[in-house]
């Protein structure tokens, strides 16, 4: 265990899950590294046991207080709880701006020391991020200054999330390629689909799923595409012919579909090491790919007037280190600058040259990593940025 400074002993985490799992899944991430490599006692605070028991089936639902791997779990159904000053953390998380309740924020301007408050913001590699992380943002009532704290790809933002042994992990699974074959025998491939290509794929619904399929079928590799259960249903279901449940699988031509589990945490961490292509978006997925030294395609969470285009170029600049050919790939998976008609993407140009640079996109994957490494990890960041904080009130 590292060690932490003295003044961060404990921590509250607010999470409102809005949609999908990205919310719980980056919480629960951050809640587990503090408590595991910081030896913080962390309590997480979450409206949606229902969704995070997805991504970590060890969770009760219908349960109030819950200690689940060191970490305290409050389902959090009201906005009218009751805290008192002494109920403080040392450092309070809201992430991602969800309105945590006004008697919380009471008791923190009025307990001494006050607990340092920050908010955990949204991933971007847009310019401005640099220059709005650590910025104060004082309440308007109360004498109380929350923070924002920025994930980012740069030295002058939080970094990205990342445990201290999970390139180890990473190694060592991916040396072993037996233990590889059983991960994914487990999941249901059958041996002979483990020597084709295999590509994980997580997207959201409107991803033009099928005009890739098509090109895959049509490609001169054997393709197996492993896709979660609950993963962009109606496209799978089209090509399946059937509904698609965990175990369900479907050949035609070049490509096996085989839907999966939607699996734990970890595990989805070792499917994405186990795949040679991995298609992930939203945040956290998207920063497991980074990890995995595997190329990966990302499927931006869209947003209102296309300001998710803006977001995706950023990032696609930044990542200079990945090839051309995925990043097109990238781009028209997204919808942006696709030269079709609607009817026939261009898919079968762009996965082919995609799929000829996949040794290269690889050994850029290891560049980028190491690059993103050198950032730090987001919770050290945190903790180091939470100290700072306290430093400058006692001077
Ligand atoms: O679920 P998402 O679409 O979450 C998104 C993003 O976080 C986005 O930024 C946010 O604004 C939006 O929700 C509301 O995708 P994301 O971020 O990749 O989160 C998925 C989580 O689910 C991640 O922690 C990995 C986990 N997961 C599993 O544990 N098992 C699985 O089988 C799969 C497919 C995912």
């Known amino acids: 265990m590292l060690h932490s400074d003295e003044s961060n002993r404990s921590l509250a985490l607010f999470c409102r899950v809005v949609d999908n799992f990205g919310d719980i899944g980056i919480c629960w991430r951050l809640s587990l590294q503090l408590q595991r490599e910081h030896g913080i006692a962390v309590t997480l605070y979450v409206d949606d046991l229902g969704s995070f028991q997805k991504i970590c089936p060890e969770v009760v639902c219908n349960t109030a207080v819950q200690r689940i791997a060191g970490v305290t779990v409050r389902h959090w159904q009201t906005q009218v709880a009751v805290f008192a000053a002494d109920d403080m953390a040392d450092i309070v998380i ?55 704290f920025f994930p980012g790809f740069t030295e002058k933002t939080g970094g990205l999330l990342h445990e201290a042994a999970l390139q180890h992990e990473r190694r060592k699974f991916q040396a072993d390629q037996a233990g590889v074959q059983a991960f994914l025998a487990r999941l249901g491939a059958t041996p002979h689909e483990a020597a084709a290509l295999k590509v994980s794929l997580f997207c959201y619904p409107h991803a033009p799923v099928a005009a890739l399929f098509s090109a895959w079928q049509a490609g001169d590799r054997a393709i197996t595409c492993l896709v979660p259960e609950g993963v962009a249903v109606a496209a799978i279901e089209a090509f399946l012919g059937k509904p698609a449940r965990a175990g369900t699988t479907r050949t035609c031509a070049a490509l096996t579909v085989r839907v999966i589990p939607f699996v734990a945490q970890a595990d989805y961490d070792r499917l994405l090491w186990a795949c040679d292509l991995n298609f992930v978006r ?25 300001l998710h285009h803006v977001k995706l170029r950023a990032f696609l600049q930044y990542h200079a280190a990945g090839t051309q050919s995925l990043a097109a790939a990238t781009l028209c998976w997204n919808g942006v600058a696709c030269h079709d008609d609607g009817q026939a993407p261009a898919w079968p140009g762009l ?45």
């Open 351 to 395: 996965w082919q040259s995609a799929q000829a640079d996949l040794p290269a996109s690889a050994f850029a994957a290891d560049a980028w990593e190491r690059r993103m490494l050198a950032n730090g990890d987001l919770a050290a960041n945190l903790l180091r940025f939470a100290a700072t904080l306290r430093q400058a009130r006692v001077q």
């Open 94 to 148: 809201e992430f991602f701006g969800c309105d945590i309740p006004e008697q919380y924020i009471a008791a923190m301007a009025a307990a001494r020391p006050q607990p340092v408050w920050l908010n955990l913001e949204g991933l971007s590699a847009e310019a401005w991020v640099e220059g709005c992380h650590g910025l104060p943002s004082p309440h308007p009532r109360l004498p109380l200054t929350k923070y924002f």
């Open 282 to 306: 939203g945040e956290d997925s998207f920063v497991r790919a980074q990890w995995a030294g595997k190329p990966f395609i990302w499927h931006i969470y869209p947003q209102d007037k296309n």
